[in-house]
């Protein structure tokens, strides 16, 4: 039998990793002894957790009060009155009124949901610039945003993108009716996005002012005031740190979502939230959605320690834990069934 020399052994190397602890996986390591017990008790364990945790987060779901209204058939009107681009300067008002049988206590926020359209489109996902919404250029020119980019003259949009074209502009009031007088309600339209996306991922350009910070560039197509125009209320919420803005492009998961529009302000008798009575939403039209066989909401909601009306957390808790303690039992009537056998063949 041949033996290789010194030289063979350097021009061919071993294949076998070096004698280390950690080439050789000797590292120490935690290798659990799992017994019965052990098992048993992780499972009942586990199951009591999640079951525990999902009835405390159904109950608390439940003691939220919701109230949603369709507005999309009584609105039908406007509706037809947007579909048609040349009536898009024309304004168009309609009202929904319900009754509220119990009052809403502690803060009360309300949404606007959307039925049947779907941001979850990647090529609709895309199409903004990361670079514009934080105020670094706006005269940039993002091969993403097409064909919402410029205009045939060159002007380019600000903001630019399909997402930021399609920025759901209905204007919403609420009104209280009580005693033959009607009091609107005031609601706050600030505060209502993400701290992160107010301070960091959303900035205007530095300049005097706003207005020529954005100097040679136009609004988006389907726009009705410019984006430095967006809140002329408050000069703070203009631009690109627009509460709606920041909150519209954050684009939904599903066909059906529903985004936080305002926030009721909790003064003079709407102190203690929304008081029971008859109310009216009036509303300015402008975000068709009958081209798309789409649905309008609005949604008035409480909120809990554990969120809104969503029961999905709570459901999968309980499920999780009824599956959990349901495996413990079946394990349990396993092993009892081998230790009598075993027991019997031992006799």
């Given at each position: ?98 009754v509220l ?20 489109h ?27 980019t ?28 009580v ?5 609107q ?9 993400w ?45 690109y ?30 102190a ?36 809104g009306s ?13 599956a ?24």
């Open positions: 039998m041949k033996t290789k020399t010194g030289q063979e052994a350097q021009a061919h190397p071993s294949r076998c990793p070096d004698n280390s602890a950690f080439k050789q996986q000797k590292l120490p390591a935690w290798k659990p002894q799992l017994s019965i017990a052990t098992v048993l008790s992780s499972f009942f364990v586990i199951g009591a957790v999640c079951l525990a945790a999902g009835i405390c987060l159904i109950l608390s779901t439940n003691s939220v009060r919701e109230i949603e209204i369709n507005y999309s058939d009584k609105c039908s009107n406007c509706s037809k009155l947007r579909e048609n681009s040349s009536n898009w300067n024309q304004e168009c008002n309609c009202s929904a009124g319900f049988k119990e009052d809403m206590l502690g803060d009360v926020f309300m949404y606007y949901g959307l039925q049947n359209f779907y941001q979850n990647r090529r609709y996902m895309i199409s903004k610039s990361n670079e514009q919404l934080l105020g670094r250029d706006v005269n940039i020119q993002n091969s993403y945003c097409a064909p919402f410029t205009y045939q003259n060159g002007t380019p949009m600000a903001p630019c993108g399909a997402i930021a074209n399609s920025i759901f502009n209905d204007t919403i009031d609420l009104f209280y009716n005693n033959s007088s009607v009091i309600v005031p609601l706050l339209k600030t505060g209502n996005s701290w992160t996306d107010k301070n960091v991922k959303f900035r205007n350009p530095v300049a005097h002012n706003l207005s020529s910070a954005f100097a040679g560039t136009a609004r988006p197509p389907y726009w009705q005031k410019p984006v430095y125009m967006l809140d002329e209320e408050d000069e703070r919420n203009n631009g740190i627009n509460d709606d803005l920041i909150i519209w492009m954050r684009v939904a998961a599903f066909s059906a979502f529903r985004n936080l529009y305002r926030r009721v302000s909790r003064t003079r008798q709407f203690d939230g929304l008081p029971a009575g008859n109310y009216t939403f009036r509303i300015s039209y402008n975000f068709p959605v009958s081209k798309f066989k789409g649905k309008k909401y609005v949604i008035l909601s409480t909120v809990v320690w554990s969120g969503n029961q999905f957390l709570g459901i999968a808790y309980t499920v999780c834990g009824t959990a303690t349901l495996m413990g039992f079946v394990i349990t009537a396993i092993h009892l069934k081998l230790r009598k056998k075993k027991t019997y063949f031992q006799k």
